[in-house]
């Protein structure tokens, strides 16, 4: 499902194939293959050259046929990840009257963090305006 680098050098970090997942993003009889690289100070066309040759060295001559598509660069794509991101203090719920914030930089960058800052913010607000209403261990 995801091909993570396990080495720890060359350029790209992970790689997965989105059109596994949902074939409508590519055509028929092709593959949508995303990789991953961090922090990069190539420009696109070095960037595009040093991933196909580090998918070369993974997958063989097979990567000739590849077709790059687009770069994508996403600045922030994360919260910030360094220690002790993964144990922080926890950040307030409520930021004004009424106004309640949640999701991942409230706790960390991850889909488990993501959740758990929405049950807070949903169990505050149960606590303060609906006490009769009570979460179930499921929810
Ligand atoms: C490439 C990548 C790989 C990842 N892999 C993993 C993984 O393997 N495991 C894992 O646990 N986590 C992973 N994560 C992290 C995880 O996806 C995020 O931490 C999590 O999805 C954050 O959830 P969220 O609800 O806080 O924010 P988001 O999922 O970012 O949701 C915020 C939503 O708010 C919307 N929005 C923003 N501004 C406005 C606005 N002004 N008005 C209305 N809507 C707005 C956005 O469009 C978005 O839909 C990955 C993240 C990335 C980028």
Known sequence: MLVLNGNGHGI???????????????????????ATVLNSDLDDNGLSASVTAKMREWFG?????WQHLRTYTIPYALPNQT????????????????????GDHRTNGSINGAMQSGCLVAEEILRNWMP????????
């Open 83 to 102: 220690s002790p991101a993964f144990d922080p203090p926890v950040q307030p719920l409520q930021i004004r009257d009424n106004i309640f914030v949640c």
């Open 61 to 65: 001559s097979s990567v000739d046929a």
């Open 132 to 139: 009769d209403v009570r979460l179930s261990a499921a929810s």
């Open 12 to 34: 790209v970090n992970n790689l997965c194939v989105p059109s596994q997942v949902a074939t409508d993003y590519a055509l028929a009889g092709h593959s949508l293959v995303s």
